[in-house]
């Protein structure tokens, strides 16, 4: 078949795509290790680790978003000349995972618990092998670029190692610690979690208005107007059935209504405990009535308040979501809600309940699982964060890392400046065990993933031959939802352990919306699989798809058009090609290498040019530098409406409307240098159709290494 009988049929993706990705993976250039032999490499080095899935994780629409941006930077920098790392791994998600394989078992009739903890984790081990990799298979159908040889995962030996040094690191530096305090607790995972791992969803709910009789005083100024003429004080909760462990009632020192009360007591309703009536600042004046119970042993805030004010704690709610004994013998064993019930009852027939009002909740869940979370008093490992926090500040405010768009490091702020200690425990079997004597606790997944850009290059072994050559890194690009989980982590963890920034740039993805504006979700069924639609259009169509609707910085609200839309893009270019290798003859290309091919560059034939040969190369000019342009400042959405509008309006419309009623050599090198400059420029968005194309014309080197137009 010669090159025209290949290009007489129609483009097909699937006929090309994974043909062209074993021919990359053969080539052995994703590998930074063999580029130079195909050519002379410039002597900066350039990297990117990409942000781990979790190996429970299947690819959707972000994942698909992110994972071209990176492409997009990874294949023009390898043209470029630099010696080019696009660093793979799966990150062992200890929750996510071990849910999964929980329910897996619990198919058999099985739980962790008649396992054991070792051959649970085999199990794990298991599943991992068998679909740990789905996602990374998904990654190469939509052509990322990753050196797979030198894929990593946070429970690799190696990787255990690092995190088990970075551990014992913080602990003998004194900033590692234990403490007895109230934390997120998930009574279904039976785990503690860190307030960035929680899921809020708007619930309707309810306030209740309970009386809590004042014990016996005299009030010293009978004249006072602020003196109500009742015989309690009114607190306002969500949750009435913590009441039974309040220690306090607590209002605002500034607030004039209950200054005759500072110092006072209260009588705590059913348990018949007498309380001080406190003043603190943390309790807001237009909440409720102003006046708040305090539960200390189930509210991070009232323990706060608790330790100021030299309080006590009770526990009225166990690990499991049931009333304690120190609830009282009437409620002990009850569930939360059952509890409720039974308190609001009993508080309505003695005459207690003020009132009830409609009040709109936000209910903290677990990101993992979706069970309320219960704040428990517990004994956790904490990472104190003062001195990390200002360290990982100063790196942005000085400019040494940056954001795109630079609106987002105001979420990066807001946390640093609020940060509480890191609690790094979790009470779950997979993932790294604490690397201290009879504790049986793991670390917290992203404590681990902290060190993701420097551990994956060889850290703690700084003569590491990658870790030499590629840290710090140059860009990431990630998920706004992870600035303060993973980045704002990367960062201090990379100043502490290497004293250098883990990388200059991050790149924060849009959002990619339903076309209605809706949040993706795979549980609730609304979204787009991208798996579907690149066997529907194909993996450029979908690249294109994304990127051509990457404008501004702005969420993406996706629609399945674009998509469509670069499908037509790639038979465009299809009949282009055909066309333009008509035009210069395929013995030509077939017989000849590339610089044979382009000996008469149209510009060294100035003077033979016609006004129209000189225009469509001026434009290429032009292009090629708002190209570059945009690719430097992160701008990919416009980096391919130009390079579409080129391809389709000035090169399809006009240039080649014009040569097919001119013929002569200089617009056949006109057409022929073109084509290959625009093959070139398009390579990062869209790598199939013109690795296959470039394959067709006879080029001797794979366009993966092709250089980048200057």
Same mark, same amino acid.
């Given at each position: 078949?010669?090159?025209?009988?290949?290009?007489?049929?129609?483009?097909?993706?699937?006929?090309?795509?994974?043909?062209?990705?074993?021919?990359?993976?053969?080539?052995?250039?994703?590998? =930074?290790? %063999?580029?130079?032999?195909?050519?002379?490499?410039?002597?900066?080095?350039?990297?990117?680790?990409?942000?781990?899935?979790?190996?429970?994780?299947?690819?959707?629409? !972000?994942?698909?978003?992110?994972?071209?941006?990176?492409?997009?930077?990874?294949?023009?920098?390898?043209?470029?000349?630099?010696?080019?790392?696009?660093? =793979?791994?799966?990150?062992?998600?200890?929750?996510?995972?071990? %849910?999964?394989?929980?329910?897996?078992?619990?198919?058999?009739?099985?739980?962790?618990? $008649?396992?054991?903890?070792?051959?649970?984790?085999?199990?794990?081990?298991?599943?991992?092998?068998?679909?740990?990799?789905?996602?990374?298979?998904?990654?190469?159908?939509?052509?990322?670029?990753?050196?797979?040889?030198?894929? &990593?995962?946070?429970?690799?030996?190696?990787?255990? &190692?690092?995190?088990?040094?970075?551990?014992?690191?913080?602990?003998?530096?004194?900033?590692?610690?234990?403490?007895?305090?109230?934390?997120?607790?998930?009574?279904?995972?039976?785990?503690?979690?860190?307030?960035?791992?929680?899921?809020?969803?708007?619930?309707?709910?309810? *306030?209740?208005?309970?009386?809590?009789?004042?014990?016996?005083?005299?009030?010293?100024?009978?004249?006072?107007?602020?003196?109500?003429?009742?015989?309690?004080?009114?607190?306002?909760?969500?949750?009435?059935?913590?009441?039974?462990?309040?220690?306090?009632?607590?209002?605002?020192?500034?607030?004039?209504?209950?200054?005759? *009360?500072?110092?006072?007591?209260?009588?705590?309703?059913?348990? %018949? #405990?007498?309380?001080?009536?406190?003043?603190?600042?943390?309790?807001?004046?237009?909440? !409720?009535?102003?006046?708040?119970?305090?539960?200390?042993?189930?509210? /991070?805030?009232?323990?706060?308040?608790?330790?100021?004010?030299?309080?006590?704690?009770?526990?009225?709610?166990?690990?499991?979501?049931?009333?304690?004994?120190?609830?009282?013998?009437?409620?002990?064993?009850?569930?939360?809600?059952?509890?409720?019930?039974?308190?609001?009852?009993?508080?309505?027939?003695?005459?207690?309940?003020?009132?009830?009002?409609?009040?709109?909740?936000?209910?903290?869940?677990?990101?993992?699982?979706?069970?309320?979370?219960?704040?428990?008093?517990? &004994?956790?490992?904490?990472?104190?964060?003062?001195?990390?926090?200002?360290?990982?500040?100063?790196?942005?405010?000085?400019?040494?890392?940056?954001?795109?768009? &630079?609106? +987002?490091?105001?979420?990066?702020?807001?946390?640093?400046? $609020?940060?509480?200690?890191?609690?790094?425990?979790?009470?779950? +079997? +997979?993932?790294?065990?604490? =690397?201290?004597?009879?504790?049986?606790?793991?670390?917290?997944?992203?404590?681990?993933?902290?060190?993701?850009?420097?551990?994956?290059?060889?850290?703690?072994?700084?003569?590491?031959?990658?870790?030499?050559?590629?840290?710090?890194?140059?860009?990431?690009?990630?998920?706004?939802?992870?600035?303060?989980?993973?980045?704002?982590?990367?960062?201090?963890?990379?100043?502490?352990?290497?004293?250098?920034?883990?990388?200059?740039?991050?790149?924060? %993805?849009?959002?990619?919306?339903?076309?209605?504006?809706?949040?993706?979700?795979?549980?609730?069924?609304?979204?787009?699989?991208?798996?579907?639609?690149?066997?529907?259009?194909?993996?450029?169509?979908?690249?294109?798809?994304?990127?051509?609707?990457?404008?501004? !910085?702005?969420?993406?609200?996706?629609?399945?058009?674009?998509?469509?839309?670069?499908?037509?893009?790639?038979?465009?270019?299809?009949?282009?090609?055909?066309?333009?290798?008509?035009?210069?003859?395929?013995?030509?290309?077939?017989?000849?290498?590339?610089?044979?091919?382009?000996?008469?560059?149209?510009? #060294?034939?100035?003077?033979?040019?016609?006004?129209?040969?000189?225009?469509?190369?001026?434009?290429?000019?032009? /292009?090629?530098?708002?190209?570059?342009?945009? *690719?430097?400042?992160?701008?990919?959405?416009?980096?391919?409406?130009?390079?579409?509008?080129?391809? +389709?309006?000035?090169?399809?419309?006009?240039?080649?409307?014009?040569?097919?009623?001119?013929?002569?050599?200089?617009?056949? $090198?006109?057409?022929?240098?073109?084509?290959?400059?625009?093959?070139?420029?398009?390579?990062?968005?869209?790598?199939?159709?013109?690795?296959?194309?470039?394959? /067709?014309?006879?080029?001797?080197? *794979?366009?993966?290494?092709?250089?980048?137009?200057?």
């Amino acid at each position: 078949m010669n090159v025209n009988e290949k290009l007489l049929k129609p483009y097909n993706p699937a006929e090309i795509e994974e043909k062209i990705y074993k021919l990359w993976e053969k080539s052995g250039y994703f590998n =930074p290790d %063999n580029l130079s032999k195909s050519y002379k490499l410039k002597t900066k080095s350039y990297c990117i680790v990409i942000p781990p899935p979790n190996i429970t994780g299947s690819l959707h629409m !972000g994942h698909a978003l992110n994972a071209v941006i990176q492409d997009i930077l990874i294949r023009q920098k390898r043209m470029q000349g630099h010696k080019t790392l696009w660093l =793979p791994g799966t990150d062992h998600a200890g929750i996510a995972t071990q %849910n999964v394989v929980e329910k897996e078992l619990k198919k058999q009739g099985l739980t962790r618990h $008649n396992l054991g903890r070792e051959k649970f984790i085999e199990k794990i081990w298991e599943w991992k092998k068998k679909y740990g990799n789905l996602i990374l298979d998904q990654l190469k159908k939509l052509g990322a670029s990753c050196d797979w040889s030198r894929l &990593k995962f946070t429970m690799d030996p190696d990787y255990a &190692k690092a995190v088990e040094i970075a551990f014992l690191h913080y602990y003998q530096k004194g900033w590692i610690y234990q403490g007895d305090r109230v934390v997120n607790w998930c009574p279904r995972c039976q785990t503690s979690l860190s307030d960035l791992e929680l899921e809020y969803e708007d619930e309707k709910g309810k *306030l209740w208005y309970i009386k809590y009789p004042l014990a016996n005083f005299k009030f010293q100024d009978t004249n006072s107007k602020q003196i109500p003429n009742t015989n309690y004080i009114v607190v306002a909760t969500t949750r009435p059935e913590t009441m039974l462990g309040d220690v306090a009632v607590a209002v605002n020192p500034k607030d004039k209504r209950y200054k005759h *009360l500072f110092g006072k007591t209260a009588i705590l309703p059913i348990i %018949n #405990r007498e309380i001080p009536i406190i003043a603190d600042q943390a309790v807001e004046m237009d909440f !409720g009535t102003g006046a708040v119970k305090v539960t200390p042993g189930h509210d /991070i805030i009232d323990a706060e308040i608790a330790d100021r004010q030299k309080l006590p704690s009770y526990i009225v709610i166990d690990q499991y979501g049931k009333m304690t004994q120190e609830a009282g013998r009437d409620f002990e064993g009850l569930k939360i809600l059952e509890a409720r019930v039974k308190i609001v009852s009993i508080l309505e027939k003695q005459g207690l309940i003020e009132k009830i009002e409609d009040y709109d909740l936000r209910i903290a869940k677990c990101y993992r699982c979706g069970s309320i979370i219960e704040p428990q008093k517990s &004994k956790q490992w904490f990472l104190k964060m003062a001195e990390l926090a200002k360290m990982a500040k100063d790196a942005v405010k000085k400019g040494k890392i940056k954001f795109h768009p &630079k609106k +987002w490091e105001k979420v990066y702020f807001d946390w640093l400046d $609020n940060i509480k200690d890191w609690c790094i425990s979790r009470q779950i +079997w +997979w993932g790294h065990k604490i =690397p201290l004597q009879g504790v049986d606790d793991v670390l917290d997944t992203w404590f681990s993933s902290a060190l993701w850009p420097f551990a994956t290059l060889g850290w703690p072994n700084e003569k590491a031959k990658d870790l030499k050559e590629f840290y710090p890194t140059q860009v990431l690009s990630t998920a706004r939802d992870i600035i303060n989980l993973w980045v704002a982590r990367m960062i201090f963890s990379s100043l502490e352990f290497m004293k250098k920034e883990p990388f200059k740039d991050i790149i924060i %993805n849009p959002t990619v919306l339903t076309r209605d504006g809706k949040r993706m979700s795979k549980s609730l069924g609304i979204g787009t699989n991208p798996m579907e639609l690149i066997e529907k259009y194909g993996a450029d169509a979908i690249r294109f798809g994304l990127i051509y609707q990457m404008m501004g !910085g702005q969420d993406m609200h996706f629609s399945e058009e674009h998509c469509v839309a670069g499908k037509k893009f790639c038979n465009k270019i299809w009949n282009i090609s055909r066309f333009v290798l008509t035009q210069i003859g395929n013995s030509k290309i077939q017989e000849t290498n590339i610089k044979q091919i382009l000996k008469s560059i149209p510009r #060294r034939q100035a003077g033979k040019l016609q006004k129209e040969d000189k225009q469509i190369l001026k434009k290429l000019e032009k /292009i090629i530098k708002s190209v570059n342009k945009d *690719l430097e400042q992160y701008r990919f959405g416009q980096a391919l409406h130009i390079i579409y509008d080129f391809i +389709w309006h000035e090169f399809a419309d006009h240039y080649i409307e014009y040569s097919k009623n001119n013929k002569s050599e200089e617009i056949q $090198n006109t057409l022929c240098f073109v084509f290959y400059t625009i093959l070139r420029l398009l390579h990062p968005f869209m790598p199939f159709i013109t690795e296959e194309i470039w394959h /067709i014309m006879g080029f001797k080197n *794979l366009l993966l290494i092709e250089r980048w137009p200057q």
